[in-house]
Structures are given as C-alpha cells and as structure tokens.
C-alpha cells in the first residue's frame, strides 16, 4: 500500500538512501520522496534529525533491536512516530527501561528527541474539556465502530441518527474540540454510546466527551497514536462496560469505559512491522483485530524481504484472552533463492489487511479485504477479499481480485528485493461491505471498492462468482475508493478521491472524477454522479475528492472531502443539500485555537440529532488540521 510507503519515506527519512545515487529511471520517485520528506520537515518545524546528540545514542544502543530484528520490537518508523513525553516515559520510567540502562535522563531525552525530531517538553499539560457535571446519561442510542454494524454498511438507522433531510439546511456548529500540541490529523472516527462520545488521537489521548456539549467525563493516554475508533460494549460474566481501540504500534487496550482505567493490553501480532490501521470490530463479546504492516517498506537491498502475513487475532474482549488468530497466507514464507545482491528471499508473504472486518453472521463468516504480496510468488490472498470462519478462523475461502501483484518499496528505489515480475501495487484499502438484499433476487452481496476506482460485487454463496464490476474513477495510490462507501438498503454510494496529482511518480491515464456516485445494488448501474466542484482555487495542498469514509442516513449522505468542505448530498439526487468549511479557525472546549483541512480515515457521524467529523489529515500533501467539530440544528 502506497500510503503507508509516502509514510515510511516522511518517517525514516532520507538519510539511508541519500548515498546511492539514483539512475534517471527513479529520479522522478527521488524527487516524490524529497518533496514528501521536506514537507514533513516543514509541517513539524524540524530539523535534520541525523545531527542532534541523540543520532549516536540510537544507533549504539536501540538500533539493533528497533529495525526489523526483534520480534515484537517496533520498527523505527513506529516509533519516531510516537509522541517525544511518551518515548521518554518508556526509557525513563517504562518498559525500555533496562534496555537503556546507563544512559543519563538527559541521553533518554536526546534519544527521544532524535527519533521524533521534536524538543522534549515534560512541563506540557495536555488541555482538558471541564469535566462534566453528571456522569453521563443513562439511556441513549448506540452507534458503533467503523461502519456503523457489523456489515459494514455505513448507514445509520433514523433512531439513532435522529435528523431529518428537511432540518439539514439548518445545521451550525455547536461545539469543537482542537488536539492540542501540534496535532496535524484527525483520523479516529467518534463513536457514541448512552450520550457519550468516544474518540482517539494523535498524541494517544482517547477521549470521553458528552456528545451534546463536549464535557469531559475520562481520558487515557495510549503511547501512540489512536487511529481506530473506540468501541464499547458490556462484556464478560460480570458485564463490565468496557471501551476497546488499537494504537499504532500494533497494541489493542481494553479501559473501563466508565472512568478510563486499563484493564488488559496485548501486541496483536510479533513481527516488528506489525501495525493495526483497520478498526478492530467489536461482536458478543469477541474483538477482532486485523494486522497490516510496513514490511513492504523495508527497501534497504540487504533486508531479507520478506516475512509477514496479513491476520486477524479473535480476543476475548473481557480479559484480553486470544481466541483464534488466522493468517490470510496459510503457511509462513520459505526461503526461494537469494537476490542478485545475495541476500536470502522469502516468500509468500503479504497479504495485510489495511481495513476493518465485515461479520457475516447469518453464514457465521468474517470478510477482509487484503492488500498486495511483499514478494513474489504472489499467494491467492493478496488483493482478494478472504472469509474466515467466526468460531474457528480457519481460512473459507478467498476471491482474487488481482493476481501477481507483488511489490514492495524496493522497486519503487531499484533495488535488488524488488519481485520479477514486479505487481501494479494495488491494494483493497476501503473495508468490504455486505449488501445484505442488495442482490437480484433479495439475496446478498459482498462489495468491495479498490484503489483503481473499480467497485467489485461478488455473491457470498457462489464467492468465485463476479456479479458485477464498475469502474468510476481514475485512481491512484490514493484512490479511487480509498477508505469506505455508504450502503442504505437502496443505493450503494461510492466516494471517489482521484487526486489531481498524487505526487507518486506513476502516471494514471484517464479523467479524474473526484466525488460521489449512486449505483443499483444488484447491477453496478450508475443512478446519479456528482463531480465535485472546484473549491480549491489553487490552494497547495487542496483537492476536490473524497478521501474519508462516508456515511447514510435515510435520504441523506454526508461526505467530507480534501478540500475541507463537509457536505451533505440528497440520496435520491446527488445534490448538495448542505455544505459548510471545516477549515475556518474554532476554539475548542478545551480552549485550544484549531481548525479543520483534508479530511481522512474515519470521515461523519450522525447521532442523536448531530453531526460529527473529525478534520485535518496533514499527510501524503493534504491540508492539514486538528479539529473534532460537532454540529447541530441551528446550533442548539
Ligand atoms: C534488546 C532489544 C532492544 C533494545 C536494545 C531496545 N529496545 Fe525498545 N523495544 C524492544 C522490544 C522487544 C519492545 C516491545 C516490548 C513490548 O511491547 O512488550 C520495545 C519497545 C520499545 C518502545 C515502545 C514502548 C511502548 O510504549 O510501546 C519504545 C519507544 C522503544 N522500545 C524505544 C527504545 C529506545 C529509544 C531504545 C534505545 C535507547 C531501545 N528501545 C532499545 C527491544 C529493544
């Protein structure tokens, strides 16, 4: 996944690479990489990392462990992308402790400091919401997870959305919250239950706020980012409520979802790749983890490339127990000869998934959508939508979408672990839906929206079987559908984010379509397209499409867009009912100045009578911002 590689590029720097010079094939992805990397620098306020005290430091003591070696260990990457407080904790009073012993409170820092290339400041209080008054209500709807239910729908019931078509021409911000300390995303998607509202972040804060007024009831702080909903249930034989989300360094956490205490934590997987992007999904009491990872970025020519394999690990969400853990590639890679540079070469491997599971429980099946192989051969699981069993999962059965993509970032440099033949890099990134009905004769279908802009429906009793395949946007590595569509039991919504210019170096024939589509469940047919159009007026960084997952209410669906325009769409039409820019400076409950950018990852959420986006993702040149907006009817 390409994503993740501009990521890897920004996080680790250029450094590693900067001695070989590049042949003219790839100075066009030099030029990509530079400019992604200057960017980064610039957003942060950094300087070159390789020049503070710390750079030594690391690579005498953690280097050997933080760069692919040690199971469990996370990669450099993972960690540079840790908040500065939060490594410094784990050097000076945490688990790293013995493994840096010896080293002064002021190496930790410098440490910490290189590895983020941000000062330290332990003084920092992080600014809290006032703390509400009552402890939340004791009724109220649920809505949770990355889409909405176990099918992965999107859509959200009028009970629980509590907003009429007719009153959305009346909506007006009603309360924001701002992240503080330089965030520059916002990509958890805010879930609710009995009034409250329940959010991640960047600096690992995950938040319990009153969802009508934005009052604190708890906070936790993970050790790095949270990027995956909160999900919260009653669980287990004493029916304790708890709350479950997953961080970046590849770690799901169970907290009291009544006051935030930690009950369990577990690694969901060992390879020092390992990361969670998808949002576990939470089902009688069972949380399904689905593990991607950056093994696909490890481009030095002397990295045995590669071992990993996409999985999903079922835990008992009471006590953190693992049920079952299930590999979409059934057996782990084998040697396959050595690379021209002499290197050991595994295979198969890949296979991650990027994207939150959809439960079929009425055939008690589990589908992901994965991305590409790491290596070649390409294994049947790669760029395929897999199904496991709930109970047991064992691997059922799996549709290839696109066969021998293997790829990884060694290609993208010319280097020897780059595959023969080298895949087109294409990955399933948005989750898989069921359309439970949305058949030809009322039966089901799995949908499944790829990077390239194609829409893919396959039927779940026949899974070999193609039922229709609709291509509605250009694509790039950043889409075509890229993070999740929107299906109410009539139209299947697709939101297509063709960024003008992608910046990766590749070039994409064909128009770009950025905007929202309407098609027949059962046949792919088109019933309506808006093309978005230009808010951007030439603003760096602004782009018309949508990247965010969308979301349905009944005769209405809300998309929130690159160019930071939050708008509502008439699900019969396809024209704007209502549009508002997230952009504009807010400050928050918590007395933090912000403002919204490019919306990314988890996108709206209408509930009890709201609506809910986080805004800024100041990645991969979207604008940036760091913003929770919460709206309501006429902003009562
Ligand atoms: C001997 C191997 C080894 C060395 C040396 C080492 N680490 Fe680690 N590190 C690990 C392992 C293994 C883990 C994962 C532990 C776990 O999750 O239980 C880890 C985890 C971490 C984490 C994540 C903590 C968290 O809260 O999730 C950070 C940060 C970290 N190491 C930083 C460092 C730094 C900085 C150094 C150098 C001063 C260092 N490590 C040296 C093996 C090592």
């Not at 042949?23 to 960017?39: I, L, N, Q, S």
């Not at 799996?398 to 970032?409: G, M, T």
């Not at 440099?413 to 439970?436: F, H, S």
């Not at 929202?516 to 978005?532: K, Q």
Request: net charge neutral; with cysteine.
């Amino acid at each position: 996944m390409k994503l993740l590689r501009v990521l890897v590029l920004v996080a680790s720097g250029l450094p590693a690479l900067a001695h070989a010079a590049p042949p003219p094939a790839d100075m066009e992805a030099e030029r990509v990489k530079a400019e992604a990397f200057t960017a980064s620098m610039e957003a942060k306020g950094q300087v070159n990392r390789e020049t503070l005290p710390g750079a030594r430091l690391y690579r005498e003591r953690c280097a050997m462990c933080h760069e692919g070696q040690v199971p469990k260990a996370p990669h450099k990457t993972f960690v540079s992308l840790m908040p500065t407080d939060a490594i410094y904790h784990a050097l000076a009073d945490g688990i790293m402790q013995p493994q840096s012993a010896g080293l002064s409170l002021t190496q930790k820092q410098q440490v910490a400091e290189y590895l983020t290339g941000e000062q330290l400041d332990l003084a920092r209080q992080i600014p809290m919401p006032p703390q509400c008054a009552s402890e939340g209500h004791a009724t109220g709807p649920r809505l949770m997870g990355w889409g909405f239910g176990p099918r992965n729908e999107h859509y959200i019931p009028p009970a629980v959305a509590g907003l009429l078509a007719a009153d959305v021409p009346r909506l007006q911000l009603k309360w924001a919250l701002a992240y503080p300390g330089g965030a520059f995303r916002a990509r958890s998607r805010p879930t609710f239950d009995q009034g409250v509202l329940y959010v991640g972040s960047q600096d690992g804060t995950v938040y319990a706020l009153d969802a009508k007024t934005g009052c604190r009831h708890w906070t936790f702080r993970a050790s790095a980012e949270v990027r995956t909903p909160v999900l919260v249930d009653v669980v287990g034989p004493t029916a304790r409520r708890v709350a479950l989300f997953g961080d970046l360094n590849g770690r799901a956490y169970a907290v009291d979802a009544t006051n935030g205490t930690l009950l369990w934590k577990l690694k969901a997987d060992d390879h020092p790749t390992a990361t969670i992007t998808g949002a576990p999904v939470l089902h009688d009491g069972v949380l399904y983890v689905p593990v991607s990872s950056l093994e696909e970025a490890s481009a030095d020519p002397s990295y045995e490339c590669c071992t990993f394999r996409g999985s999903v690990v079922a835990v008992a969400a009471d006590s953190g127990k693992v049920l079952w853990k299930s590999y979409t590639i059934l057996k782990p890679a084998r040697q396959r000869g050595v690379t021209t540079a002499g290197i050991k070469r595994f295979a198969p491997a890949g296979s991650p998934i990027w994207n939150s599971p959809t439960l079929d429980v009425k055939r008690g099946l589990m589908y992901v959508g994965t991305g590409n192989a790491y290596s070649a051969p390409a294994d049947i699981s790669s760029d395929a939508v897999v199904a496991f069993d709930l109970q047991t999962g064992k691997r059922q059965w799996v549709h290839q979408v696109v066969a021998n993509d293997a790829w990884n970032v060694g290609c993208m440099i010319g280097n020897a672990n780059c595959p023969t033949p080298e895949g087109p890099d294409l990955d399933i990134g948005a989750g898989t839906m069921l359309l439970a009905g949305g058949g030809a004769k009322g039966g089901d279908l799995v949908a499944v929206g790829m990077k390239d802009g194609t829409v893919v429906a396959i039927d779940p009793d026949h899974p070999q079987r193609t039922v229709w395949k609709r291509k509605l946007g250009r694509g790039s590595i950043q889409g075509g559908v890229q993070f999740g569509m929107a299906y109410d039991g009539r139209r299947l919504y697709v939101p297509i984010s063709d960024m003008a210019n992608s910046r990766d170096g590749k070039h994409y024939p064909g128009d770009i379509q950025p905007g929202l589509n309407a098609l027949v469940p059962s046949t792919g047919e088109i019933l309506w397209r808006n093309i978005t159009d230009d808010a951007c007026h030439g603003r760096d960084l602004c782009d018309r499409g949508i990247l965010a997952s969308i979301a349905a209410i009944d005769d209405v669906v809300f998309g929130g867009h690159m160019d930071g325009r939050l708008r509502a769409y008439a699900a019969a039409t396809g024209q704007v009912l209502w549009e508002t820019d997230t952009t504009t400076e807010i400050v928050g409950v918590n007395g933090v100045k912000g403002h919204g950018g490019s919306m990314g990852g988890g996108g709206p959420v209408v509930y009890d009578g709201m609506v809910y986006v986080n805004s800024g993702y100041g990645l991969y040149f979207h604008l940036p911002g760091n913003v929770l907006l919460a709206y309501s009817v006429d902003g009562r």
